[in-house]
């Protein structure tokens, strides 16, 4: 073992460094470890903002957040999760500006809200349009003056399992090279989304879902996996995300034949109507043969030059250095793009998982206050609440339970596993199973899901798991391999996508980001208002469990 | 990455050349890289296609390829940019072949990418938290900031830590202790904020040997900069807030020293800081908030920093943007991204810049120099 911990966190962005930050002053010794440095984890890309019920803008109160959070997940949400968010929101929000967060300010000088997509009330709060690394900054910060330990550039890779306790972290020293152990009497994981299965996704290389898989690697349930939401304007070619302020500010939509055919699905809200309807729209539209090389036309060129580059100016630069468009003079190529996966490791109300000793929280989690449709603002404010409910429960146990053991025998199996890796000169690498997981996935687990093209993804799958056993990484030192990382991402990858399969065949319904217009096209309470579990015995096997109510019976969903 | 999967796009022909290095045998290789791709790529895709389909072995840094993590810092021909914001059509159209080397003023680890320790040590000596003053928040609720009072960190708020000021810094190359942009800038942030109560003590900790004062003014950090943060008109408004509360001790040999460092580095002294050094920047603002204020009504002129005024373009399109807008007009300056954006865009309408040129950023310079990483830069810094 080459350190041991009170509570390791894995992963360093809001969730990882709030819990790390409520570990720390419950009195726990904490440390985290990143595969990036702490301040490029990619909760820092987040544009728009933070729900909390303030009631900076207008009247607003936490119930009425929880109904708009509940009615928003399509019912698949847990009710008690989701009052649990809204009621710490507001707290948790006014710590972070204590702690320095450069809010956008009221003519008051309080914290500024903006109206984001199905809130009854402008709850968002932001700085500017770069809420995220606001955030991301003031949480370093505070990890800074608190001189927590973060092993920088290590690579978490498994989890250390010993008297059915999670006690550890097998990782791999990026920047020098080596594997490393961490002992620790509770791991927290935050590793994030795992936006990288598919290839238009407005999620950074590093969002691989390590965390998901590293948790089901040891037998815990990951839920909900088949909710991955589509975000409508993101930029041809790459999934840049080009924010919905672009809409709020009043872009039109158009099909190559130059019509706004939000018209034919959402009359009334047009532009205006939630990330899933229009997503489903786009996707039609593409579809049937009315796109551009598939992608449809976001045209701003009405607004003016003026509100543009004031309103506007993050997205111009996006569209300039990606797509070469300036958007005063063109519109911009956009189609929906995997944005945020509402499915993770499944955790109770203080992120335990069901392996002692294991928590997790953020995106890599579903406690599930989501359910099967997140709504813009709530991702970052659950990152916050849940990331200090776990750092406090993981330390406050860790403070009260005593030893931690590595086996000898568990090391030096990842040792020889990684070594034999390391030898292999004979084989594929990686990059083209990479891509063609991604690119398939887009097609046939994208926006629609059709009974048989989710089966054809799985046998597909099936087929790259078998390519990705002789896989060959090229770079054989020690020095910042990242050929060697990547390889191991791509394993986990494989398997997620392999559990969403599973998930989305046994969902025969439409919820939420799971749409089946071709064969299932209406929610079915009677039958799917439960969570898919799944976990892996040699494969991915498929459970549900109950979503918990308290307050709030399902009803349709209309906006 | 996503090359591979579009459909019917146009491609051409890429050529790069990369220093290679390692950190553990001394190795150092100047290698060309040829290859097909979209015409959309930035060199960030271009170093991805290498790696998947040429040298699995090459190391770089990368994340979000979305300009906000700050992971891709590295030298296009001897310029610090971010990989992902530096588009490849106009380099390959204009027959350029790049040199890409890693990051100056930083040990190098492997090809290009360097050891950034030496970075956060100055970033975490900054006290980089907010230390609360006597003020406590009403209600237990947020503090109370007018927004423009905000504004004044604004362009701080900025950094996304990627170093590429550090990399082309004067001061820190011939003194690696200088604290440097990026920690300056971000002590700014702190000292700017109504809500920080330790400003006295920062200022006097950022005027010690290494700090404020050691820095030459030779602007390649503003130059270089991908996010607009400008550190060093942060430092100046340090510099000015510093004058301001007393902490100047022996300004006098300080300022003897300085005059000599800068014009020794760059030939010449600039004056930007004039206003905020004799009044704190603050006061600066607000003064002027005030004349802008006077400039809409069409009563005094406007009151341009020198080295502004000098170009007469620039100023002509600010004076028009102030008319424009018909408000406030320092938000204009304490913006700077969007006014720069906005200039741009009125001068290309006016016919006054070729459509083809002006200030896209993050291009690197087009003069190809030959550096090699870990000895002196030869060229490439002049703007
Ligand atoms: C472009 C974009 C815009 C968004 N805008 C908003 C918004 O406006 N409002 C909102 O509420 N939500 C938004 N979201 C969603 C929200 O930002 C994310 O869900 C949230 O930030 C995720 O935070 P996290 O801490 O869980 O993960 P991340 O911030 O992704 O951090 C993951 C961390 O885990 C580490 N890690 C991962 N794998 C490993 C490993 N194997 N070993 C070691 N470390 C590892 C990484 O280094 C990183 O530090 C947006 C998302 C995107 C992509
Ligand atoms: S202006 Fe000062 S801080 Fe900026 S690069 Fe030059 S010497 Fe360094
Ligand atoms: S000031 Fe600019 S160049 Fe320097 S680290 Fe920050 S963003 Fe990068
Ligand atoms: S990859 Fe994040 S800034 Fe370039």
Redesign the interface.
Known sequence: MDAKHDVLVVGAGCAGMRAAIEAFDVGADVAMISKIHPTRSHSGAAEGGINAALGNASEDDPEQHAYDTVKGSDYLGDQDAIEILCQEAPDDVYQLEHWGAVFSRTEDGRIAQRPFGAAGAPRTAYAADITGHVLVQVLYEQIVKRDILTYEEYFAWKLVVDDGRCQGVICWDLLNGGLKVIGAKTVILATGGAGRLYTGTTNAYACTGDGMALALRVGVPLKDMEMMQFHPTTLAPTGVLITEGCRGEGAYLLNAEGERFLERYAPNAMELASRDVISRAEQTEIDEGRGIDGNVLLDLRHLGAEKIIERLHGTRELAQTFAGVDPIYEPIPVRPGAHYHMGGVDTDVWGLTALEGLYSAGEAACVSVHGANRLGGNALMETITYGKRAGRHAAEWALSNTTVTVPEGIVSDADSELRELLARTEGERPWKIRDELARTMHENFGVFRREDQMQRQGEIVDRLRERFRSVVVEDKGMLFNSDLTQALELGFLLELAQCMVVCGLARKESRGAHARPHDYPDRDDENFLKHTLVTWHDGPQLDWKPVTMTKWQPQERTY | M?A??????KTMKVKVKIWRY???TGERALKEYEIEA???V?LLDILDLI???Q???L?Y???????????CGMRMDGAAVLAC?T?M?DIVQAGHVPVISAMGNLPI???L?V??DPF?EK??AMK???Q?GYEE?PE????????ER?NV??KE??C??CGCCVSECNAMESSPEFLGPQALAKGMR?VG?A??GATVERLEDYSTEHGIWECTRCYFCNERCPKGVDPRDAIAKLGAEAVNEGIDRDMGAKHAKWFIKSTETTGWLRETELVPKTQGVISAISQMKFAMGLAVKGKVPPPFPPHVAENVDEARGLHKLVQ?QGRQGYEGIVQG??SL??LD?HLR?DGEVPPSEGS?G?MGSLTSADITPGEEPTAGKAD
């Open positions: 996503e591979a999967t579009q459909p019917r796009e390692d950190s553990q979209p015409e959309w930035t790696k998947d389909q040298d699995g072995s190391a840094r990368k994340s979000c390829r979305m300009m906000i993590c700050g992971s914001k588009r059509y680890v492997k090809d990418v050891d950034m956060w970033f975490k980089p938290w907010l609360p928040p237990g609720k947020e503090y109370r900031v007018s927004q905000m960190i604004h708020a900025l996304i830590n702190f904020d809500r920080d424009q991204e969007r954006a906005r865009h309408e896209v993050g």
